[in-house]
């Protein structure tokens, strides 16, 4: 009978989220529910008539947790408001939030119909790729407060932070920057140039082929007219970047990739002109219109990145908007860019640090991990220090800020160099001076190119001048610009690499911009952190050493539903590893939480403990706690019931999948290295993955890891830092390429080029050998385009090759380079996927 109420009891699951339910005490009819969260949002929905909910996808909901009443008590404070919203007439208020949790249909679907569950919201519309919500609402009958409040018992609470109330431009685009709607602006002058080209192309036909003979040319002046009507858009709007660019780097004394292309667009431009007007032919606009198309192609395809991903994230992007104030026994809500030295704040479970302060409460349990990478809580005590990004575990704490916001430990990391230099934003070359080090291929081959093509433009076309030849000579200068326009370059690149950010994109590697893919191409060193990067920041491996005996059913019982009711990270991990292999209907009762110690509370009867060593000497005697452990720097937790020592569970780190393969793959040629600031305890078993205990390094602060990076760039070396966290963010910012390593990409990426999902990490030697092969792709593409321009301006220097027929070879070489680095990625990309399935078959199967 007990065996088949354990299996039955293990068979219960969450009718809203599919959660695993411990017993049956929260229930609805014939409905089960894990928590009351569960079983509220259930009840809300089926009383607004939504249970279709569930029909659109069967357990789909967010687990939810009981809603701090206080929590969003900033949103009442006018300048906070005004910020978050989009717009307001004082009667209808519009707002957009960022909802990470948005996963389904059932997602959707539930948010659209918000307004049956608060008729004050008259619309809402989400976005389920930028996981962005619009909602339109009624300011008279509901408050922007209430809304938030609203979605958050529902399981789908907005990402607001103090990022959203400084930077107000970021709110209607859901947390994108409004940068990256100027992708818009690109692909209207795309259209632009693209419509012209056609139709200049169908008007100047008859023209080209001698069909309008037969009209006696009675349309010939009409069409040409036309033909410039069309051409001014494209040469004063969708070109207009090009020539810009070309004459703010000529201001500098910088020949770029822009400058011959702006060229060839004035002078064929002004050929074109001239002939109309003085009546020598139809000019070359259609060639204009092809010329300024093709390179917005490629500049469109290499843009074409992930607008849903944030590379630029810093501590404001976390920060909590408003904290709570205590003056004398009042409490106040009061935005975090107010808080001025001295202000008493309250700081609850789980929220975060915003300022240094000094502790006021006697104690503290500060998680650093958001800062400093130790992945264990620190105990704190009255008149302690806590550091701005700590988080605290526990009961509601009360501190006395001793520094503003900006003079923060934390803000500390954004004032190093790293940060004020925009070393990725070499991809625009109107505002940033590049190094060799950093320079693109193509900006590379381009730089001397264009010295070349200009030096032989003049020289030949002076060459005709001196004979007299001034027809010749203008043939000649034109054509050879127009012939080895660099569009087949340009093109050749954007497309090799825009091919590949795609390709990579499909396995969760997503490159901030191509300038990143030839810089991985570049790598000799890669330095890795540990705690979340490596390892698995939510799961633990734990193990029980018995004093005397294994434990018996009934304690891992009494034990499990103890940890139920805690949130400390050990406890969590505790209970997520017993609850594997058994269930308890227990319940506990005076149960207590020691912030930093332990828990106690009566299970069934019995008085259960589970803490710190310090915690088990108090409450059961030095000389009942036999510690039968070496002294070592292991995570451990001791366990006793009713004055029992039993034992202690053993934490180690959960090292991800295929670390061992990857790495020794990457150690045949890279210098490997491993950022810690954990501990050494985990040395030995770090040992089997580096190989190399002189490549381990420990108790390293951000500031370590920033210098560290420096340390190895100052001896030549191009480095790859793969990171996680907010303490990681120097170092990725310093470092030739930063890998922001996440189990959620889309809600926690620090500053960096290249976002990976944690679970492809394996896979990096893979990612990194198609990166190298597509910088091979460009620079075969070069090649081909340089052999063709070679060709080319050997006949143009003649000053017999028309600009007609330059104009039709132009665009023809471009296609070629086009196809050619499309299907040579598209290739490499094929067995990239190959490779992956055969590796991570043989990897997998291994473990």
Request: proline residues 3%.
């Amino acid at each position: 009978m007990s065996s088949q109420l354990s299996s039955t009891q293990q068979n219960l699951t969450c009718y809203h989220c599919g959660d695993k339910c411990q017993d049956h005490s929260h229930q609805v009819d014939d409905k089960v529910f894990c928590c009351s969260g569960c079983q509220t949002v259930y009840q809300i929905l089926e009383e607004n008539k939504l249970e279709a909910f569930y029909t659109i996808d069967k357990k789909a909901g967010i687990r939810t947790e009981a809603i701090d009443k206080g929590k969003f008590a900033y949103l009442d404070i006018p300048e906070i408001k005004s910020r978050l919203i989009d717009f307001t007439d004082g009667n209808i208020t519009k707002v957009s939030f960022f909802i990470p949790t948005i996963h389904c249909s059932s997602c959707i679907w539930l948010l659209e119909n918000l307004y049956r569950i608060n008729a004050a919201i008259t619309f809402s519309r989400t976005d389920f790729l930028k996981k962005r919500i619009s909602i339109t609402f009624l300011e008279q009958e509901t408050s922007l407060r209430t809304i938030v409040e609203l979605l958050t018992s529902l399981g789908y609470e907005p990402q607001i932070s103090l990022d959203n109330v400084e930077n107000p431009e970021r709110n209607n685009n859901a947390g994108i920057p409004k940068t990256f709607t100027s992708h818009k602006l690109l692909v209207a002058k795309l259209a632009v140039a693209g419509f012209a080209f056609g139709n200049i192309m169908l008007i100047s036909f008859p023209e080209y082929f001698g069909f309008d003979t037969h009209s006696e040319h009675s349309f010939r002046y009409l069409f040409n007219f036309l033909n410039i009507l069309l051409a001014l858009p494209v040469f004063f709007f969708s070109g207009w970047g090009y020539l810009k660019s070309a004459y703010q780097n000529l201001r500098r004394g910088i020949l770029n990739v822009d400058t011959p292309l702006a060229l060839g667009m004035i002078v064929v431009f002004t050929r074109s002109l001239v002939d109309i007007f003085m009546g020598y032919g139809p000019g070359y606009l259609d060639t204009l219109s092809g010329f300024v198309f093709f390179s917005l192609i490629g500049k469109w395809f290499q843009q074409r990145t992930y607008d849903t991903l944030r590379y630029d994230r810093d501590f404001k992007s976390y920060f909590p908007v408003a904290v709570t104030v205590k003056d004398g026994e009042t409490e106040k809500q009061v935005p975090v860019s107010e808080l001025q030295v001295g202000n008493r704040i309250i700081i609850r479970n789980q929220e975060l640090v915003p300022a240094d302060s000094l502790l006021i409460s006697p104690k503290a349990h500060i998680d650093y991990s958001f800062v400093t990478g130790e992945s264990m809580p620190m105990p704190k005590q009255a008149g302690e220090t806590l550091y701005a990004g700590g988080r605290q575990v526990g009961n509601a704490i009360e501190m006395e800020v001793v520094k503003p916001v900006s003079q923060s430990y934390l803000t500390q990391l954004w004032n190093d160099e790293a940060f004020a230099s925009c070393r990725t934003c070499v991809s625009d070359p109107a505002t940033t001076p590049v190094t060799s080090s950093s320079e693109s291929i193509q900006n590379l081959f381009n730089r001397y190119f264009t010295v070349a093509l200009l030096l032989i433009a003049t020289v030949s076309s002076g060459f005709w001048i001196v004979q007299h030849d001034y027809s010749r000579a203008l043939n000649a200068f034109t054509s050879v610009l127009i012939v080895a326009c660099p569009c087949a370059l340009v093109l050749g690149s954007s497309f090799a690499l825009g091919n590949a950010i795609r390709i990579l994109g499909k396995y969760s590697f997503f490159a901030k911009n191509t300038q990143a893919i030839e810089n991985i191409a570049r790598l000799d060193a890669i330095v890795f952190d540990k705690t979340g990067t490596i390892t698995e920041s939510n799961t633990s491996d734990v193990e029980f050493v018995g004093y005397e005996h294994p434990l018996t059913d009934t304690q891992k019982k009494y034990i499990l539903a103890l940890v139920k009711n805690s949130v400390h990270p050990l406890s969590q991990h505790l209970y997520k590893h017993l609850s594997q292999f058994i269930t308890s209907d227990y319940t506990t009762e005076q149960f207590q939480e020691i912030s930093g110690k332990g828990l106690s509370g009566l299970v069934n009867g019995h008085q259960v403990w589970i803490g710190s060593a310090e915690f088990m000497y108090e409450k059961l005697g030095a000389e009942s706690v036999a510690f039968h452990f070496p002294d070592t720097l292991t995570t451990r937790v001791l366990a006793g019931i009713e004055g029992e020592y039993l034992g202690y569970f053993q934490f180690h780190n959960h090292y991800r999948k295929g670390l061992d393969a990857m790495n020794l793959e990457l150690s045949m040629n890279y210098d490997l290295h491993l950022l810690s600031g954990d501990n050494a305890g985990e040395a030995p078993n770090l040992k089997y993955f580096f190989k190399d205990e002189q490549h381990l390094h420990f108790h390293q602060s951000p500031a370590d890891k920033l210098n560290f990076i420096k340390a190895l760039q100052s001896e030549n070396k191009q480095v790859m830092m793969l990171g996680d966290g907010l303490n990681d963010a120097g170092a990725l910012q310093q470092s030739n390429v930063g890998v922001a390593v996440s189990d959620n990409i889309a809600y926690f990426t620090p500053a960096s080029d290249v976002i990976l999902d944690a679970s492809n990490l394996w896979f990096l030697p893979g990612f990194i050998y198609f990166c190298k092969q597509s910088v091979k792709v460009i620079k075969a593409a070069l090649v081909l385009a340089a052999i063709y321009n070679l060709v080319g301006i050997f006949f143009a220097v003649q000053g017999t090759l028309s600009p007609l027929i330059a104009a039709i070879l132009m665009p023809v070489s471009s296609i070629n380079v086009i196809l050619f680095t499309t299907f040579s990625v598209r290739y490499f990309g094929k067995r990239l996927e190959k490779n992956r399935h055969q590796l991570k078959t043989y990897t997998f199967s291994a473990i």
